[in-house]
């Protein structure tokens, strides 16, 4: 299942975007379509910079964050230089107070 769910993420992320932001809806408990760790420092298997909010986002993937423990891809948050993606959150009103340390 785990790698299933890594495949259609990374099939999701391989196509292509008028904007080439992809649309996450972050989600801290329960199940999602991604689960990723988040760090701000170190080796990760890709870097994202946040964008901003896009709260009318129609198609989005579900993404569920950790700050610890193990994930299907480790993250490292950028707010500027390049990045391998841009991204956008769709609920940007529920995300932990951890996480928003990280992109302020």
């Known amino acids: 299942m785990r790698s299933l769910t890594l ?3 990374i099939i999701f992320f ?7 932001t992809y649309a996450l809806k972050i989600k801290e408990y329960g199940l999602a379509d ?6 701000e420092y ?4 890709e870097t994202w910079k946040v ?7 129609i198609s989005y993937t579900s993404v569920k964050i950790k700050e610890y423990g193990t ?4 993250v490292k948050i950028k707010s500027y230089g390049l990045a391998d993606r841009k991204v956008c959150i769709k609920n940007p009103n529920d995300l932990p107070y951890w996480f928003l ?3 302020d």
């Open 7 to 9: 495949f259609f993420c």
């Open 14 to 20: 391989s196509t292509s975007s008028n904007s080439n």
């Open 34 to 39: 991604l689960t990723i760790k988040v760090k």
């Open 42 to 45: 170190g080796l990760a298997d």
């Open 71 to 74: 994930a299907d891809l480790t």
């Open 51 to 57: 964008k901003g909010a896009c709260t009318g986002a």
């Open 101 to 103: 340390n990280m992109i």
